[in-house]
């Protein structure tokens, strides 16, 4: 089992601590639903180091990304990220991450946790193009600082206007005391902030600095059960729930960052399924009476009949009732379409909802 460079501070502030992706990892520190609450309305601070950075450089870097990922990298300028997707040759994805531009010849690639050594195998056995590669991700850290007050909170920690950064893009900057930050106007919760990637050796002054300047903000620490209500009322997906090496990135309704203005893996498939439609697809849906729907419980109609899956299920702290997503058959997939939830062999009635959940 692994640490990362702040464990032993989660345990010193009694986290309880679980396995997540080879980490010891905070699951939570004063309970699910408040900490989700400081997220929604106030600033809180994820220790997300176990992900995965890395660095691509070179001229031929952005043709090796292009050639992997299904999004249109091309499109990226200096100090913007972007999400994206590894496409596997069999209609699946191998992951989601998120690219970032530095400059013309060198981009940064952020992987989720649980799958660094399989996405490192699968770019590099695609890198015929010379193109420099390196995995930093036992070398740096990863603070997700979340929350509307964030901006306000952080600022005094910086040279670099935080309110002028727009969504999904960047800066490399001072922070906290510390040169050559990236701060990055990204996030998994849907509720504004910021992800601060620093050195292993530089992340206790961070996270320490941190919490000073957000003391008049009631900072809290935050757990990943947390980051995973907030991602599932915004409708993220979450690797190895609701994507997979076997769901394709059109059923996920990942259309948006699927561009077929440029060849990648398995681009020529997609592109025909998306021309024929898709068969299932990925949905949002409510419970609409009591109950609360987990992952991998069955999706049937109302004959009984199973037509699916949940992949994501929890009870929503912010709108105190049942939510969750799941694979159905494309003609369940509409807006309002009735399916139940098979909750202890009672199939509970739910309603299919557009996506996201939560409404700001």
């Given at each position: 089992?692994?640490?990362?460079?702040?464990?032993?501070?989660?345990?010193?502030?009694?986290a309880k601590m679980v396995p997540f992706a080879g980490y010891n990892m905070p699951v939570q520190y004063e309970g699910v639903n408040a900490e989700h609450e400081t997220v929604r309305n106030g600033v809180g601070v994820f220790d997300v180091s176990h992900m995965g950075e890395f660095l691509l450089t070179g001229p031929n870097a952005l043709s090796l990304i292009q050639k992997v990922c299904s999004n249109d990298a091309s499109l990226l300028t200096d100090g913007r990220a972007q999400y994206s997707c590894l496409p596997n040759e069999d209609g699946g994805i191998v992951d989601d991450l998120i690219i970032y531009r530095f400059n013309e010849e060198k981009y940064l690639l952020v992987v989720n946790a649980s799958n660094i050594e399989k996405d490192w195998n699968w770019i590099s056995a695609k890198n015929d193009m010379g193109v420099?590669?390196?995995?930093?991700?036992?070398?740096?850290?990863?603070?997700?600082?979340?929350?509307?007050?964030?901006?306000?909170?952080?600022?005094?920690?910086?040279?670099?206007?935080?309110?002028?950064?727009?969504?999904?893009?960047?800066?490399?900057?001072?922070?906290?005391?510390?040169?050559?930050?990236?701060?990055?106007?990204?996030?998994?919760?849907?509720?504004?902030?910021?992800?601060?990637?620093?050195?292993?050796?530089?992340?206790e002054q961070i996270w320490n600095k941190v919490f000073e300047a957000g003391e008049a903000y009631a900072i809290k620490p935050i757990g990943l059960a947390a980051r995973d209500t907030l991602r599932l009322e915004m409708g993220f997906c979450l690797y190895g729930?609701?994507?997979?090496?076997?769901?394709?990135?059109?059923?996920?309704?990942?259309?948006?960052?699927?561009?077929?203005?440029?060849?990648f893996t398995n681009s020529d498939a997609l592109k025909k399924q998306k021309e024929e439609g898709v068969k299932r697809k990925l949905v949002g849906f409510e419970i609409t009476?009591?109950?609360?729907?987990?992952?991998d419980y069955e999706i049937a109609d109302k004959e009984g009949n199973v037509i699916g899956k949940v992949t994501s299920g929890t009870m929503s702290p912010s709108l105190n009732k049942g939510i969750g997503m799941g694979y159905v058959p494309a003609e369940y997939a509409t807006e309002g379409s009735e399916i139940y939830i098979r909750i202890r062999k009672n199939d509970v009635p739910a309603k299919v909802v557009k996506l996201p959940f939560y409404k700001k």
């Open positions: 089992m692994k640490n990362t460079a702040l464990t032993h501070v989660h345990e010193a502030l009694g420099e590669m390196r995995n930093l991700s036992d070398e740096y850290s990863l603070l997700a600082i979340q929350g509307p007050k964030a901006v306000e909170a952080m600022q005094s920690l910086t040279s670099v206007d935080l309110s002028a950064i727009k969504y999904y893009h960047f800066e490399v900057a001072d922070f906290a005391g510390i040169e050559h930050v990236i701060i990055s106007a990204t996030g998994y919760t849907g509720s504004g902030g910021f992800e601060i990637y620093a050195k292993n050796t530089e992340i729930n609701d994507i997979d090496d076997t769901t394709s990135p059109l059923e996920a309704g990942l259309g948006w960052i699927t561009k077929f203005t440029k060849d009476e009591r109950g609360i729907p987990r992952h």
